[in-house]
């Protein structure tokens, strides 16, 4: 590793060493080299081409979709004493040229640009004159179009190459199955990339479920113990959106809305307020988050189902990014799904309807899961995982379980006799010896198989299937029409050499955590007092340079203060997130106010 990336990191970041996967991609870049680096929301990602920008002579080009996510990205990059701009519809020409000019004048290290913005001929074109140290391309996903966010913007920049050939690229998100990731490496062109694919397991985050029966209630129970944190709460409708909002606000809670609906100055004010600590939860639909980077994001609920496991893990992923202890509340039932599907069908393009379909079967199946939640989430993202997780609702209240190593024998049998061409529903109809028109026509009626689970239920064997998918021995191949495909791992299990322990089918039973088995997650060793002192300083830092407290420490860096209780300069810098440049500019507030606190016990 290059020291000069090491000395970034320490002196301007204020970090000590790399998180997992920072180095070699850093590395990589450093050396010329292409990057796919897939890579959890608050894991760092960002510095992965930061560090290089600012270590490697002239400037970087960031593409991201998100102006929100610009802004912010430049804010903190301003805290750091980096020269960073963006370019977006936000700016007049005026103020888009003025930018370019610093940028020929070599005053600017990272350059944040809209796609749509940066395809533009002549734009492209005065790049050209001054080519960049690398390109990095954020929400890589959105190239695809089997990624869960599909943007038409983003299908231009495969043409990037003809105009940077020699220039490095990097292409990072958070969420990315094996079909997206082909796809972007593919259309993005990307030279014997270096890929690093990390773990996609957010252990700080537990993963909760509730059934939906008093949705507002529910949530007005569950925010009675998360004061003073701040949270989202996503709803998929305007109208929802507006109706948990007035209902909290009449039960006091500090809450905005974020929709479509509203006009740019309302949803402006509704960020800004949320951002800066004004209110406590911003209702939104999905069109809120993406680019926000909050890092003291306490809990994600969804009020309801999200579209997809992409969505539901980017969406849950914005709890957390400190890396403290965070929570994600699903409330869901039934009549939500068909909902969604409704509205999926809507979608004149029936092949993307199609891939949405088969990504909302997906979420589904996690939302009636009967295994660990993680261990769906991380297998769905194709990495293994067999421990339960010990933080998720299933794991707090487990269901019954059972030696299912037959009834799985009997399912995996099916899918491979019926030549692996089918979904769930076949599978279940020749188990259960359908007399249906399809099965007579394939002859399927004088397989051995047939008919071999009449004595269980559709629901009973929709949920083996769903497990199985869990558990990683039947994989939902969406290239073929969602038909259900073996893994190696149902190689042992067909041969008994292995026993599989599966949950017992809860067919109609809601599942409710039981509140005496849930611990406090603020239940940290610091002090308290000290840290809520911390954070009202923070907050009037905050609140003189109009910006986010967030941008000032965030909370990660504000509990290893109370961990430390630096008395000077030295001190100071050994906590996380505490570099040369924020020191010299906060540094003495926060060293003041650790010694008044500490004077009161002398």
């Known amino acids: ?41 608050g894991s760092g990602k960002s510095l992965c081409y930061q560090i290089p920008a600012i270590a490697l002579p002239g400037y970087a080009i960031v593409i991201s979709p998100l102006i929100a996510l610009m802004q912010d990205q430049v804010a903190q990059l301003d805290a750091l004493g980096i020269a960073a701009a963006y370019i977006n519809s936000t700016l007049d020409y005026q103020q888009q040229n003025d930018i370019l000019t610093q940028l020929s004048h070599n005053q600017l290290k990272i350059l944040y640009v809209a796609p749509e913005k940066l395809m533009q001929p002549h734009f492209l074109s005065q790049l050209e004159q001054m080519p960049p140290n690398l390109i990095a391309i954020d929400e890589a996903h959105c190239i695809s179009q089997w990624g869960h966010d599909f943007r038409p913007d983003y299908a231009q920049l495969g043409q990037l190459r003809q105009s940077f050939s020699r220039v490095p690229f990097i292409a990072l998100t958070a969420t990315a199955d094996l079909a997206t990731r082909q796809d972007i490496t593919q259309l993005l062109g990307l030279n014997q990339a270096l890929q690093y694919i990390g773990s996609f397991d957010r252990p700080n985050i537990r993963y909760l479920q509730q059934e939906k029966f008093k949705p507002l209630q529910q949530v007005e129970q569950y925010l009675k113990h998360k004061q003073n944190q701040s949270g989202i709460i996503y709803c998929t409708s305007r109208k929802r959106v507006e109706e948990v909002t007035d209902y909290l606000t009449r039960h006091q809670f500090k809450v905005r ?19 800066k600590d004004d209110i406590q939860i911003i209702v939104a639909t999905v069109a809120f988050g993406m680019g926000i980077n909050k890092p003291d994001v306490r809990f994600v609920i969804h009020y309801d189902i999200p579209r997809s496991i992409e969505n539901y893990y980017q969406e849950t992923g914005r709890a957390g990014r400190d890396g403290l202890p965070s929570e994600a509340l699903m409330l869901y039932e039934f009549s939500d799904a068909d909902r969604v599907r409704w509205l999926i069908n809507q979608n004149e393009n029936t092949q993307r309807a199609d891939i949405e379909h088969h990504k909302f079967d997906s979420m589904t199946a996690l939302a009636e899961s009967e295994t660990c939640r993680r261990i769906v989430l991380l297998n769905y993202f194709g990495e293994s995982k067999e421990d339960a997780c010990k933080n998720c609702d299933i794991c707090i209240n487990p269901p019954q379980k059972y030696t299912g190593t037959l009834d799985a024998q009997k399912v995996l049998s099916c899918v491979y006799r019926t030549g692996q061409k089918s ?14 028109q399809r099965v007579r026509d394939l002859e399927h009626d004088k397989l051995s198989v047939y008919g071999l689970g009449k004595a269980k239920s559709h629901e009973y064997w929709l949920s083996i299937l769903r497990q199985l998918v869990h558990r990683g021995l039947l994989v939902i191949d969406i290239t073929d029409n969602g038909h259900l495909k073996l893994t190696e791992l149902a190689r042992p299990v067909l041969r008994s050499e292995v026993e599989l322990e599966l949950a017992l089918p809860q067919i109609n039973i809601a599942t409710e955590i039981s509140k005496d088995k849930k611990p406090n997650i603020t239940n940290l060793k610091y002090d308290k007092r000290l840290f809520e002192r911390l954070r009202q300083t923070r907050k009037s830092i905050a609140d003189e340079q109009d910006v986010p407290p967030y941008i000032i420490f965030n909370d990660a860096s504000l509990v290893d203060m109370c961990h430390l209780m630096p008395e000077n300069k030295h001190q100071m810098l050994q906590v996380s997130g505490v570099g040369k440049r924020k020191f010299d500019k906060y540094g003495e507030r926060f060293l003041s106010e650790i010694k008044a606190y500490l004077k009161r016990f002398d």
């Open 1 to 41: 590793m290059s020291n000069s990336a090491l000395s970034v990191l320490q002196n301007v970041f204020g970090y000590t060493s790399f998180r997992a996967g920072q180095e070699p991609v850093i590395n990589a870049l450093l050396h010329g080299q292409d990057c796919l680096a897939i890579m959890p929301t």
């Open 257 to 275: 809305s974020y929709h479509a609906g509203l006009d740019v100055s309302e949803r402006s004010q509704s960020q800004n307020a949320w951002l």
């Open 423 to 436: 979904g769930f529903n076949y599978i279940i109809d020749v188990l259960r010896g359908a007399n249906t």
